[in-house]
């Protein structure tokens, strides 16, 4: 139920560049199909991922997606209302559903491959409203009691808020189409497409500020901030993983 959107050519030779780029964390979209919008009472019914890749001119890619639907737990909660916005049945007899567990552990071994196909720390978590989906993630993975949750626990990068600053547009589907990006309405609140495009939206914003980052970066370096010191990315429990020093 995966497939690669793109092959990550200059993988190797991007690496580096990856992991300096955002200090160690490999950026991962995510996007989440719910029954509604308590993370610790409503079911996760949908799971996507969308891998980033680095060329070795150090441009972001849109790589292999992920997509797995999910069982709701035992007692989960299902508001109507959300199932009628995304339109799943969670008790459709042909619905291929995974249980909790099982797609975290699927997804999270894709993740942990490309964390150190990167040579980076951790993964951390791209989403619209991203803070929705790292929710969910972060309740699911306590429930079915799955180690090594390789995001990091708290901090994210929200795609809102990237396409707000650089796009002048919160909403997915307008954020796109300024872009100049192809949306399919149809296919929205459908976990697999809207991480695509988030996927896309981070790539598209972060590009455009390569130079911004090259900037910074050479002011880093005189600084002193680069080197071994900045390898060692801080860990989670260390304080927030996008916190200035």
């Keep these: 139920m995966s497939s690669p959107a793109s092959a990550p050519q200059g993988l190797a030779a991007g690496a580096a560049l990856m992991s300096r780029r955002f200090r160690g964390y490999l950026p991962v979209a995510i996007d989440v199909e719910t029954g509604g919008f308590r993370a610790a009472t409503d079911a996760l019914l949908e799971i996507a991922v969308v891998l980033i890749d680095m060329d ?12 797995f639907h999910v069982l709701p737990f035992s007692g989960a909660r299902l508001d109507p209302v959300s199932l009628a916005v995304t339109g799943i049945d969670p008790h459709h007899p042909l619905r291929p559903a995974l249980p909790e567990r099982d797609a975290l552990q699927r997804v999270f071994r894709e993740i942990r491959r490309a964390v150190r196909a990167y040579d980076c720390r951790r993964a951390i978590l791209v989403g619209h409203n991203a803070a929705f989906d790292l929710g969910f993630i972060n309740a699911a993975v306590a429930r079915a009691e799955v180690k090594r949750n390789p995001f990091h626990p708290f901090s994210c990068f929200d795609t809102a808020t990237l396409a707000g600053a650089a796009l002048g547009q919160t909403v997915l589907a307008k954020a796109i189409t300024v872009a100049g990006l192809s949306w399919e309405a149809g296919n929205a609140h459908n976990a697999r497409y ?14 455009r500020l390569r130079d911004s980052h090259r900037n910074a970066e050479s002011r880093a370096r005189e600084l002193g901030w680069l080197g071994a010191a900045d390898a060692a990315a801080e860990d989670p429990g260390e304080g927030p993983a996008l916190a200035p020093p």
């Design 56 to 67: 070795e001119g150090g441009e972001l890619h849109r790589g292999a997606t992920h997509h």
């Design 194 to 207: 809207d991480a695509e495009c988030s996927a896309e939206i981070f790539c598209l914003v972060c590009n």
